[in-house]
Each structure stands twice: as C-alpha cells, then as structure tokens.
C-alpha cells in the first residue's frame, strides 16, 4: 500500500489504510435495499445506517475536531444523530430512510474534508485527552480512528446478514 500523496509518508500510509478499510467494508456490504439502512434487529438497537452515520460522525470529532481544531457545525452533528446515540449502553436512533447513496456521499463529504484539514499536522504532534496526563499523537488518532473504521463497517455487513435472513423467516 502507498501513502496517500501530500501528506507526511507515516499519515498518508495510515490514511491509505483506512481508505483500504473504508472500501473493503463497502464492497462487503454490497447492495443495499433503503428499508434495511434503517431496520434495527432490536428497539434502539443499531442499524446500517445508524453505524455509518457514528463513522462519520467520529472522523469529524476526531481528525476535523480534535485533530486539526477546528469547530464542529452544530448542523451537523444533528444529521450524525451525534447526540441521540450512545453506543456505550447501547441506545441507537432510527437513521433516516434515505438511499445508501446519500450515506456514502456524506461519508465522502467529511472523510475528504478531514483529510484536508490534517494535510499539515506532524505525526508526532501531542494532544491532551480529557483524561488528566493522558495524551496522545495524531499517528494514535488515526490508528484510532482505523480500528474504529473496520470494527464498524463489520458490524453494518453483520446487520445487513441479519436484515437479509430476517426477510427468509
């Protein structure tokens, strides 16, 4: 895998990965019918487009936010369903019924943003996490990031398994 051009070769060759994990999950998802981005096997449980939206919603937070700091549009978090979510106990929102297009568009939208906006941030840059002394480089950020990419994108081709047997049963 080449690093992605224009950045320094440790954050490029990370951001290559994570486009790599990006179009990997994609191509397992396959076609997707509009009803299943928003079935949820249980209530409040997630749903595929539940999953792609908290994607998108963590690369903002973490490279456009975090990262590179700058402020995140309040408009924005709203259409992530940012606040409605908490993945810790569980608790999903219903995403909206809109064609998988409209998803992956969005996706597109800030991960190339964000992608722009760490174009000039050194690997080795520290940043204070909220815990006290606990700091962390933007080569962890993104490996953070990635790691949340590919569990993610599982759990929606895992959905979209159970949302096409739910239709056999």
């Not at 962890?140 to 929606?156: D, F, P, R």
């Amino acid at each position: 895998m080449e690093p992605l051009p224009g950045f320094h070769p440790e954050v490029g060759l990370l951001l290559a990965s994570l486009q790599d994990s990006t179009r990997e999950w994609r191509e397992n998802l396959g076609e997707v019918l509009e009803e299943a981005l928003t079935w949820q096997p249980a209530p409040k449980a997630y749903s595929i487009g539940a999953l792609i939206l908290h994607l998108i919603d963590c690369e903002d937070a973490w490279f456009y936010s975090f990262a590179a700091g700058n402020p995140r549009e309040p408009e924005e978090v709203g259409l992530f369903l940012s606040d409605e979510t908490d993945q810790m106990s569980g608790t999903w929102p219903t995403p909206p019924a809109k064609p998988l297009s409209w998803y992956y568009d969005l996706h597109d939208k800030i991960r190339n943003r964000a992608l722009l906006s760490l174009r000039d941030i050194e690997p080795t840059r520290t940043y204070q996490r909220r815990t006290p002394g606990s700091t962390c480089s933007l080569r962890w950020v993104i490996a953070h990031v990635l790691e949340h990419e590919s569990y993610t994108g599982g759990q929606a081709v895992a959905i979209h398994e159970l949302f096409l047997k739910s239709l056999n049963s």
